[in-house]
Nanobody, 125 residues
Framework: QLQASGGGLVQPGESLRLSCAVS????????IAWFRQAPGKEREFVAV????????SYDRSVRGRFTISRDNAKNTVALQMNSLNPEDTAVYFC????????????????????WGQGTQVTVSS
């Protein structure tokens, strides 16, 4: 089970930190990603950290601004989001895929077995 939290309303240029809490199994065994879905748009890949923390991947729209990290002791994965802009406004979902695959495997939402409930991020002045 996945529980996403940390969303909110911020102004352009500000930061937010999302957290995905994993229960029922070790987060270190899972590739865990963040996806987002804006109104009227498809759910899109944002970032992923592979199982055992070996390797990360980011969509080009967030590369250099967002950082995904894993805390195995707390069984959580965080998404630090800096320099937010209105285009980042969306519901953010965390997702998990058992096993360890090439990073490109994790770009497709069809490859995820578990999904959290989503947390709203709104960037507006």
């Amino acid at each position: 089970q996945l529980q996403a939290s940390g969303g909110g309303l911020v102004q352009p240029g500000e930061s937010l930190r999302l957290s995905c809490a994993v229960s029922g199994r070790a987060a270190s065994d899972l590739g865990i990603a963040w996806f987002r879905q804006a109104p009227g748009k498809e759910r899109e890949f944002v970032a992923v950290v592979r199982g055992s923390g070996r390797g990360t991947s980011y969509d080009r729209s967030v590369r250099g601004r967002f950082t995904i990290s894993r805390d195995n002791a707390k069984n959580t994965v965080a998404l630090q989001m800096n320099s937010l802009n209105p285009e980042d406004t969306a519901v953010y979902f965390c997702a998990a895929a058992p096993g360890s695959f090439a990073l490109s495997y994790y770009w497709s939402r069809e490859n995820y077995e578990y999904w959290g409930q989503g947390t709203q991020v709104t960037v507006s002045s």
